[in-house]
């Protein structure tokens, strides 16, 4: 059998995109998924970088979670890029990941910002294509919500 024929076969065998792959896929990929750990993702010691006006221990999920939740009252937040990152976790809060109008994506977008995964070296995208081509034929595609990448390493994050 020919590599192209093989190509064609594996191609017609898997699902052409990566968010509806089965258990037969992986095997015919000869590839598997690791689960992130909260220990492995979650630091044990402070995040030394973090920038301390993003810290507001007066804020908590209950206060997040109120209707009437008004941002220019609190008089913790020290800037208007604060209030806006605790404006978008009150509307997340209120409104789970996938509900119109949660913007969970824009949250997390300004959370890989503010820890500086969008700094030189690093970059973060949104909705990068990302294609698995064998000889050249296009075989498996997916488009993850951010991949922060670092020359030819990329972290893949799906919210």
Not at 28 to 44: D, G, K, M, T
């Amino acid at each position: 059998m020919s590599v192209r024929t093989l190509v064609r076969r594996l191609q017609s065998y898997v699902n052409g995109r990566a968010d509806a792959f089965t258990k037969e896929d992986l095997e015919a990929l000869r590839v598997n998924f690791q689960p992130a750990f909260e220990s492995h993702v979650i630091p044990n010691g402070k995040v030394e970088k973090f920038p301390e006006q993003y810290v507001c221990p007066g804020i908590n999920r209950d206060m997040l979670s109120k209707e009437r939740f008004k941002v220019q009252e609190i008089s913790d937040f020290s800037s208007r890029a604060v209030q806006s990152f605790f404006n978008k976790l009150h509307i997340v809060t209120r409104n789970p990941p996938g509900i119109l109008g949660s913007r969970t994506d824009a949250l997390v977008d300004d959370l890989l910002r503010l820890v500086g995964l969008n700094d030189y070296p690093l970059q973060t995208i949104q909705r990068l294509p990302c294609k698995l081509n064998i000889f050249n034929k296009p075989c498996v595609s997916a488009k993850p919500d951010f991949v922060v990448t670092q020359g030819k390493l990329s972290v893949i994050i799906q919210v």
